[in-house]
């Protein structure tokens, strides 16, 4: 399971910086959702993907002696999401008001467009 996990997230890794690599600034959005969720991935992945109760200790016990899951990668990466939500949610704002004020969506056309 983890090898798979692996190479998912190795390939929207890979995409990411492809298409955040490209001129269309559209493919930037892209880019930038896909390295948002290559990393919530890798959290997940290096929290360990183990079914198990919840992390609560029994009454009178000092000591978790079964197998539970850890609430820390959950938590990391339910504050990923939102962060990353907030960022695209910010570029599309922003590409939105530079794709009216120049009208292209080619960043090389926009570095000519400064002269």
Avoid: C, W
Wanted: no cysteine; glycine share 6%; proline share 3%.
């Amino acid at each position: 399971m983890e090898f798979l996990l692996a190479i998912l997230i190795g390939g929207l890794f890979a995409a990411a910086i492809y298409m955040i690599l490209r001129r269309s600034i559209i493919k930037l959005i892209i880019g930038l959702s896909f390295l948002a969720h290559a990393a919530n991935l890798l959290i997940f992945t290096l929290g360990r993907v183990i079914r198990g109760k919840a992390p609560l200790i029994e009454e009178g016990s000092k000591h978790i002696t079964e197998a539970v899951a850890d609430p820390l990668p959950q938590a990391l990466i339910l504050t990923a999401i939102v962060i990353s939500f907030g960022v695209t949610a910010f570029t599309i704002v922003l590409i939105q008001q530079v794709y009216q004020s120049v009208g292209v969506d080619d960043s090389d056309k926009l570095k000519a467009s400064d002269q």
